[in-house]
């Protein structure tokens, strides 16, 4: 790992961007789809417009979003924002994959590029700078797998989309539920036939590393030439001391957390006792855990960008504001030596995707 600043970094073709981005998930608010809970709690689009302002007042210039982000609804407040700046200081990214509506998959040919249209219309844009496969179900047989990659190079021969993007592999991930050797061999397939120019992946302290055929993510998106934007550094906020054993907290319908073990105890008596190793080395104020997970995110290599959601302003000026100097080497050590004491004292209590019931 490697000290890094807030330099812009190139990311793809077209991509050159502050490599602390936005991601624009939890303001679309609580969402079901399918039938499950993958949204946040309520939200104050208010609130969620002052903050991607403030965003833009930080240097701010990479957003994320996708269409099942609230519906549409965090692409909309995205493209208020849009209306107030210059369209090309700011660099947005969307997603396609979880929203079905009366087709017969996400990725039927049609229904993804009337999706790609309806997030243009959203967000009130005439192209995207990145365009993301949100995620790697293709159907039975991955009947869809070559009508997506078709449809993706099509829209990046015709300059609607700059970069073509991918989710890369997770050990936690929920949409397939193959073996995880047979998930690596099937991402490493998917990844020859699309030649994604970036790839974005859930990346924090508490995810299992991810592997590719044996090889590391970052390891392997650097020998291909491609980026990789890593996303949930603050854990959904559990590494920022937040969540308290004491008082485990009860998300409302159409919340993802709702069903999350880590939300709960054991859990969050595991995280909280290691934070406070934290706490004793970088101090007690609550900016100074943000700093740590952000800048040991940031530090993980030179050819990645880390996205940071918010709900609020405060979120956002606390995020920009709190990085200072990089972390040391001894810190770097201490803080992935603590961060996989906290992960696997965690996976040794079971997977935090299981389900559980919580009532509200």
């Known amino acids: ?50 903050g991607l302002r403030t965003a833009v007042e930080h240097g701010a210039n990479f957003f994320d979003t996708a269409d099942v982000f609230g519906h549409g609804h965090s692409e909309r407040l995205l493209g208020q924002l849009l209306k107030e700046v210059d369209r090309d200081s700011v660099h947005i990214a969307s997603k396609i994959g979880w929203v079905r509506g009366t087709a017969p998959h996400p990725y039927a040919g049609p229904r993804l590029r009337h999706q790609f249209e309806q997030s243009m219309e959203n ?143 054991p859990g969050l008596e595991i995280i909280d006792r290691g934070l406070e190793m934290l706490r004793e080395r970088f101090g007690r104020d609550p900016q100074a855990l943000v700093r740590v997970a952000l800048r040991y995110s940031l530090q993980q290599a030179d050819h990645t960008a880390v996205i940071v959601g918010f709900t609020t302003p405060a979120q956002i000026h606390e995020n920009y504001s709190c990085l200072g100097e990089p972390l040391t080497r001894d810190e770097l050590a201490f803080v992935d030596d603590t961060y996989s004491r906290i992960r696997n004292e965690l996976h040794a209590t079971g997977d935090s995707y299981r389900r559980v019931e919580v009532t509200v």
């Open 1 to 50: 790992m490697t000290a890094l600043d807030l330099k812009p970094r190139h990311i793809a073709p077209g991509l050159t961007i502050n490599p602390l981005g936005v991601g624009c998930w939890a303001i679309g608010g609580p969402t079901v789809n399918a039938g499950h809970p993958v949204g946040w709690g309520s939200v104050d689009d208010a609130q969620s417009l002052d």
């Open 123 to 265: 967000l009130g844009v005439e192209y995207l700078d990145a365009y993301f496969l949100h995620t790697l179900d293709f159907g039975d047989d991955d009947d869809y797998l070559h009508v997506a990659i078709n449809q993706m190079h099509a829209l990046r021969d015709a300059e609607y989309i700059k970069a073509i993007g991918m989710r890369g592999p997770h050990p936690l991930a929920s949409d397939r539920k193959d073996a995880a050797d047979v998930r690596s061999a099937r991402f490493a397939k998917i990844f020859r036939l699309l030649r994604p120019d970036v790839l974005w992946t859930r990346c924090n302290p508490l995810s299992p590393p991810t592997l590719v055929d044996g090889e590391d993510l970052f390891s392997f998106t650097a020998r291909h030439g491609v980026s990789l934007m890593l996303t949930e550094p603050l854990a959904q906020g559990l590494l920022t001391g937040k969540y308290h054993p004491g008082v485990p907290a009860v998300f409302g319908p159409g919340d993802h957390r709702r069903h999350k073990r880590w939300f709960s105890n």
